[in-house]
């Protein structure tokens, strides 16, 4: 019995391009899928590139010109993973010609892009993706799975944060993420924060942010200097639907620090921290454990917590985050094909960022905002 | 050649009035102090308890009445340990005797009470003490040493945390813990992460605070329910002098935290992690180390970061907690003879006081405010 | 320009089939290969399994008789992961058809049959490879050039295990793991133990052995029980060329552990610590760092760690176990183009049986031996 | 209602006769004890050293001769700290006087000589203790229990180590630590390995040894080289009465590791992980936790663990190194008054000397052997 076919473009061919191709590659070596994938055509900046692409990718074909792809009948997938900016022209090319977009955060500088573009996938009834990876942690999963079964009980407070140091540097140059529209810490990192303390903990309905420039100025690339304005570190405080409160840090200069992206949670009846450096380990703590027997278990990832016995067969191998990414192509195809619901859409991205300029605005009034 | 007297009143016989003699019986055994230490009296509430702590602690004479030990002229240092509530009561009362006061924090409920005595002491010239004990663990004076010779370079950030679970369970008794005047967990273990963020990085300048009550109300301990309105999590983005930005949390229904006071604090050159629930180790990230070699180490306590060689002849062995407090009385004894200055005073605890109601207020009014 | 073709047999599908292909399709997209690799033929038991596997895996075509394969003139490569007692007839059906033969460890249960194959092979001239991916890792390799680069000194001390537990349930059925010829946990993961020994310390000259069997006899399958005779414990004394001594230990029984590959090795400069439960990340603790700061590092693997960077952009992203299989066809594709050498061949294989079955012997004669 | 009083002769006030003289001054503080403890006679060298000693440490008189510490009929009990080359002489001295005899490990550098202490402790029916303070450890006590109690099911393997660094330089001068007659790594910290292995599983019953020697000449402090012959590692493979195998490890020269007195226990339902570096926290798997929600549990030491309480109100503050000293006379003095068995005495002290020299003489022999 053959398979439908699924046929890809892709825009883009840096590290992101070539994750997306990882995911499309291997998820249907993992995952029972209901389509078959195919490399249709990949978009480069130059002919010469797009050809180099399409050998080293695995494409059939190649092409210099987007809108080639858009205009392409055979083509029922596109993954943008070209420059932020270029977002929402591409997507909303996309929708129009009836495809599915799967487009790499943030999903455009402004919410309010992020909004148009959601709103014209809903209406042509396309289906989405935004790439929140980290989600698909099959721990990440567990935690959620947990807490929705009430293993922690009634959840009193969280603590979030996702720190690196990749601009700690203040010799780095001015890059596009230190463009006002869209850049800085928060949108570029803390934005994990925030999508895992919902997946984890539900709707954030309230926020008071800090957000702070620590290197007012970097070299501009060449010879010159450029003021940066967006923030270095972002910090809020939160307020959540289920009567919780928190609080997330997103930062890039975090000396040392190389994907501290954790969490606690405590609940009345337990407890859970987990760090991404460590990713395959989810820490609990249980009321329920004997007296004197309490304490943080480290529960290693296993098949008992799927997907990630389609990897690895026995506990202690560990998944890698290249495998994260497989995990979010085949839950995307999967919603594709109507067989599961959009693990994490344009609608999902569009939260994130209105969560985020909620907080800067917070912060800039520096006074406490209801997200909208 | 022997060492002159100084003859100790000790008030309270609860866990810290024992943690006060434990200091004054092994800090000499462990340090050279410039005073041979005698246990004169000790006051209780009635004449029975006293005699059992005389005999127990080993105290020369026992009294029912507090105020024969500032009436006795033979008594130098006075350690009071008693409810908060009578903190102020009698500090002055043993200030205007001229004797040196050990008080324990809170050095008042409020920090109008805290000013008072410290002018009354600062005025009188008698040497003062709140009990601060983690900041006489060796590792964090490695810590503030590090900062302070620039091995991590320029301070950027900070994050430090006190959490634990003491008051998780809601069905535990109010108590005074609870009471508006001084309660909630910010004044109770938030004081400790805002001493040590100082202690660290100096004077903080600006707050913004978040004090949440999570649980209402409580039994009230004879069959009814009182409601609680002191914050159960206390948070708190800080601006510091040196420019650093940062942030703290006190926690006290952090279900499975223990002793969670842990700091990361990241620099220009190296960063800092810390958990009190390890203590004897401190974590350094310097980007001073080679490419490809770099990584936070684990430095464990040892003879090369003192006074821990006077506990233990090697690295490996650790100190406990008891011992912080043999630190602690042997800073002071020090201070008393004018051999060092008065590592945490009463304007020390007084700051400390001020900082947590800053917070409070500005939790309340919802604004930033600056720190007088 | 177009690169030559290598055609790729694979006899067997369960997860070591699984994970050749994995292998070989993830490969190619991260490592700049000098072939392209065709998946040819796969066979497996019936027609119908083959079949399902040809449209799972992507092979162009499917036989139930692995004949087929090494019939074939076009195959270049045959990937055996069949089950061990096949390993011998099929890879020296393989070396006599001219193919490159890449076999799953062990090559086959008795050292004289790794010899043959081992001897046949170097006779034909093919290139081989056995699947030890643990030594695949970034910082094994990593930890290797450290020690060699003599950053450690000289080397003096090694502690090597290798611990899981399942076999550690005594109602867990007798398998082909305890047959007598090859069984037990020493050939099965103590092997790992003991070629990350040499990996890392080169040759080991000289083995006291320790094994012992647990758990006497288990369940048939069939309603009966069967005696078990191999070991659920394997230790070694070990005695290295370099003048370093050292021990392993490979345990099957060992409740709550599921991937503790871990090692320590002391040198007079410096020290490493590694588990495979962590496996992203190597301790190293340095005699050169300075007096007070000193202590095990935690390098986490990141773009200075070759090849970690094809995989990730950033350190902290981190590798997973699929990801060291295609570490492996990288380097075995690379060695039978002549480019590199043949990273771990049947002899490799042979050195690393010749290793168990004298630890086994000098186990039952309790007598050290000297390793041939 | 006052209690006897018992008087205590130290001899030796180096580092453990100071950890002595903190046990019996702050044991009384913590525990509640059947005796008053008085600091009779301290023996130093020389006059001026012993006065000095008296001074420091409480002592009402000071003696250079040791023997006025015998001679002496008020005195009860006599703490041995002088080299162990004089442990012979001055324990027998002091049971032939009937007194209680406190010997700081190990008792003496052969078994004959322990032996023969043994017998005449017992013979005349004083109580003794050797300072085998490790296992005063309130999370060791708690293993014990667990185990006792069938929390691990039947133990199946067992590893210990202790490994450290203070012999890793070999610029380090010979001292008494290397001579023949009682000296090595095994005897000295390998016998802490083999105390803990047989106060959690019981009695050890077939050894095979392998004791190295990786420093064959050390500087004598004179300007020339002195050969040694002790080992520098001394391990051992282990066979337990109650059926389980293990290993062990004695290491002076493991380069980073401070106090890595660690082992891991397994069981059929169970595991126990543990690190001195981290002594307050016991890390226990249950096969009994729920499918998918196993892991280590980090069990942090807290008031359930007797007699932690005693030290500290809470978990998570921690006792420390000086405090299991306290706990080690707490115990003793309790025997003396035959409220409670004597927790480690002579017997005991010789039981491992047995165990160390019969490793030794197996490691010489290449022989497994039996222990007597």
Redesign the interface.
Known sequence: MTKPKLRIGLIGTG?MG?AH??GF??AP?VFELPFDLELHTVADITDAAAERARQ???FAHATSDWRTIMANPEIDLVSITAPNALHKEMSLAAIAAGKHVYCEKPLAPLAADALEMTLAAEARGVKTQVGFNYLCNPMLG?ARDMIAAGE?GEI??Y?G?HC???M?D?AGNYTFRHDPAGGGALADIGSHALATAEFLCGPVTRV?G?C?T?IAERPDGRGGRKAVTVD??G?A?LRFANGA?G?I?G?W????????HDF?I??????LAFS????NEL???S?A?A??????????A?P??APYGL?????????????LKAIEVAGYINAIAGKAPEPFNFRAGLRIQTLVETIQRSSAA???LDVK
């Open positions: 590290f070539k191709v990882f590659t291997s070596r080293t990718l695995g567990l922690l009193r407070g603590r944060i690196e140091d990749y700690a203040p008071m800090d702070v620590m270095d570190v910090r405080f409160t609080s840090e930062n200069i975090a000396t040392g620090r190389k994907m501290q606690e405590y609940g009345t009846k337990g407890a991404q450096e460590r990713f820490h609990f703590f009321t454990d007296k004197g027997r309490q304490g943080f278990r480290r529960i290693e296993s008992d917590h990897f690895c067969v026995a506990a202690g191998h560990q998944i890698g985050f290249n495998d520096q006074e406490w």
